[in-house]
T-cell receptor, first 116, second 111 residues
Framework: EAGVAQSPRYKIIEKRQSVAFWCNPI?????LYWYQQILGQGPKLLIQ????????DSQLPKDRFSAERLKGVDSTLKIQPAKLEDSAVYLC????FGTGSAYGYTFGSGTRLTVV | QKEVEQNSGPLSVPEGAIASLNCTYS??????FFWYRQYSGKSPELIMF????GDKEDGRFTAQLNKASQYVSLLIRDSQPSDSATYLC???????????FGQGTTLQVKP
């Protein structure tokens, strides 16, 4: 089966610019997650979708970050305006199971964002 | 107190030795525990999960869980240079259902 696809692989932007990341989960996976991984730290959950609905966005900085999952498949994560501290790898993961289950958690290759 | 704590390392072991990676967690109600391996510049890869107290073995890997002590560990037997990576401990929160990661332990296996 094809894995979780993410693009772009790398992105360098200046602070205050905007950026968008794209994720295509494994076919049929209902749950999609966006994680932020700062260098030297573990991944931190930003937002969780169940189909096209938001389950948890408690750690998403909503003044600058937004995410959507139209039609319950692909998802985009946007940052506007970017800050230096947003430099991180943004990981998308998907699971065939719903909230509360980490079975079959598959991560994409991530997007490495550098804000200068 | 961090929800999931790991020693960041690096932990250095010689090839063929046993590497022992440790993790403590604060949510006493957690039931599911995971170990992910992350090579430099790559995404995390699930290598082990454990739900019951005791040991779970899979090839050269053994996960150990002690819920009373809120402690989970990963043993890697006959360590190989290819095992050199960051190992992330993750705990499924009993309150939120979120997967909470530790900061990871960097393992270096020297030939």
């Amino acid at each position: 089966e094809a894995g979780v696809a993410q693009s772009p692989r790398y992105k360098i932007i200046e602070k205050r610019q905007s950026v968008a990341f794209w994720c295509n989960p494994i076919s049929g996976h209902a749950t999609l997650y966006w994680y932020q991984q700062i260098l030297g730290q573990g991944p931190k959950l930003l937002i969780q979708f169940q189909n096209n609905g938001v389950v948890d966005d408690s750690q998403l900085p909503k003044d600058r970050f937004s995410a959507e999952r139209l039609k319950g498949v692909d998802s985009t994560l946007k940052i506007q305006p970017a800050k230096l501290e947003d430099s991180a790898v943004y990981l998308c993961a998907s699971s065939p199971f719903g909230t509360g289950s980490a079975y079959g958690y598959t991560f994409g290759s991530g997007t490495r964002l550098t804000v200068v | 107190q961090k929800e999931v704590e790991q020693n960041s390392g690096p932990l250095s072991v010689p090839e063929g030795a046993i590497a022992s990676l440790n993790c403590t967690y604060s949510d006493r109600g957690s039931q599911s525990f995971f170990w992910y391996r992350q090579y430099s510049g790559k995404s995390p890869e699930l290598i082990m999960f454990i739900y019951s107290n005791g040991d779970k073995e899979d090839g050269r890997f053994t996960a150990q869980l002690n819920k009373a002590s809120q402690y989970v560990s990963l043993l890697i037997r006959d360590s190989q240079p290819s095992d050199s990576a960051t190992y992330l401990c993750a705990v499924l929160s009993s309150n939120t259902g979120k997967l909470i990661f530790g900061q990871g332990t960097t393992l270096q296996v020297k030939p």
